[in-house]
């Protein structure tokens, strides 16, 4: 990233910092109500949380504020009060951020700079759920490119992550990891598991798409990580031939990619290498037989259904040189790092293995996770609320 765009990002986040304080402060006749308000960068904790807010009786109200990747939530539950928030919209930020205050319970589940003018508010509790149920990659104050931030950026960040009161984990191992990436000096873990992975829990009553379609087959996802800084490549696993001579015609592969990669992205499709990147990924992960990624978080949910994951991380040192992963990614994946098709074949040799490792993942990274993150999380605010 050059100086001079850092420079101008770091500039912009400054005002917008102090436009969302001064507006905190101007609202301070804002009192809050029984209420709960869902900040929403990605709609999967969201949705579950709704769910289960739906199903049961609460004393509470719930609405939602909802950024771009998650303003369809507005169509699936149209009975539930919604706000679609521009974030560089000064009116909007407004209205979000009286939300915020007049909300005894804020939940999000990314970082948000607006939730800043929660901090020190006795009477308002904020949540974090986090859009992942694990992370590979470093982020917040362990994120590498830190080291190119001003001290004012930094100071900045931490003011985000204190403004969590509670943060909702699935595993001891997340819970080490937010209290690195947050600065964390205290145990404010909600020890539920995280919403998002209640679905697969429930039976599937979806149609099974690709298993009819390809009924005789076993489904191979390939479900890479976004790229910031090769959006238009990707590398595929398996070529048609591969698929077709050494795995023998036994397999076909189903490629989600990233909405920003698939805009620019070019790979061979056929009957064999199919494009699901408009699917649903949890559809997509109950369907398939088996999971190929990187560094995604799709593993851990995969790790629920207990079926084998293969790693294909053919940039492994660049990557980790200029995204950052955690410490001793190789031994803490359930599986081989493979750099080519080659290795991968030869992983697939010993699907026993690769169950078990699977396994042993799953233990560690869903602890907490059993089917009733949501109903734990709204029943805890309800005893709250009495």
């Not at 850092?6 to 005002?15: D, E, I, K, V």
């Not at 009192?31 to 900040?39: A, E």
């Not at 319970?105 to 508010?121: P, R, S």
Request: charged share 25%; hydrophobic share 40%; proline share 4%.
């Amino acid at each position: 990233m050059g100086k001079v765009r850092l420079y101008l990002m770091s500039t912009f986040a400054f005002f917008y910092y102090l436009f969302i304080q001064l507006t905190g402060k101007l609202l301070f006749w804002v009192k809050p109500k029984q209420r709960v308000t869902l900040l929403v960068s990605f709609p999967d904790n969201s949705r579950e949380i709704i769910k289960e807010y739906i199903k049961h009786q609460y004393h509470f109200e719930l609405r939602l504020v909802l950024t771009r990747h998650a303003v369809n939530l507005d169509k699936e539950f149209p009975a539930v009060p919604c706000f679609k928030l521009k974030e560089t919209s000064p009116i909007g930020l407004i209205v979000a951020i009286y939300y915020l205050l007049s909300s005894k319970t804020v939940i999000t589940d990314n970082y948000f700079v607006a939730t800043t003018v929660l901090t020190n508010k006795k009477n308002i509790e904020c949540i974090q759920v986090w859009h992942a149920n694990g992370a590979f990659k470093k982020f917040g104050l362990q994120d590498i490119t830190i080291k190119n931030r001003n001290k004012s950026d930094i100071e900045r960040f931490k003011k985000v992550y204190n403004s969590f009161n509670k943060i909702v984990v699935g595993s001891e191992k997340m819970a080490d990891i937010f209290s690195k990436s947050f600065g964390l000096t205290h145990d404010c873990f909600l020890r539920f598991g995280v919403p998002l992975t209640d679905q697969y829990f429930r039976s599937l009553k979806e149609n099974n798409i690709y298993k009819t379609r390809f009924k005789n087959k076993k489904i191979i996802l390939y479900a890479p990580t976004f790229r910031d800084n090769d959006f238009g490549s990707v590398s595929l696993p398996f070529s048609e031939e591969e698929l077709k001579i050494d795995l023998k015609g036994n397999y076909v592969l189903l490629v989600k990619l990233h909405p920003v990669m698939r805009e620019r992205a070019n790979f061979p499709e056929s009957n064999w290498i199919i494009d699901v990147s408009h699917e649903n990924l949890p559809q997509l992960i109950r369907e398939s037989d088996l999971l190929i990624s990187d560094y995604s978080s799709v593993p851990f949910e995969f790790a629920l259904l207990a079926k084998p994951i293969l790693f294909y991380t053919y940039d492994l040192e660049a990557y980790d040189e200029t995204r950052g992963l955690i410490d001793n990614y190789t031994g803490i994946i359930p599986g081989v790092p493979c750099s080519n098709s080659k290795m991968l074949l030869n992983q697939l040799k010993d699907m026993d293995k690769l169950q078990s490792e699977v396994e042993r993942f799953s233990r560690e990274w869903n602890l907490y996770s059993r089917g009733n993150a949501s109903k734990q999380l709204l029943s805890y605010i309800n005893e709250k609320s009495n």
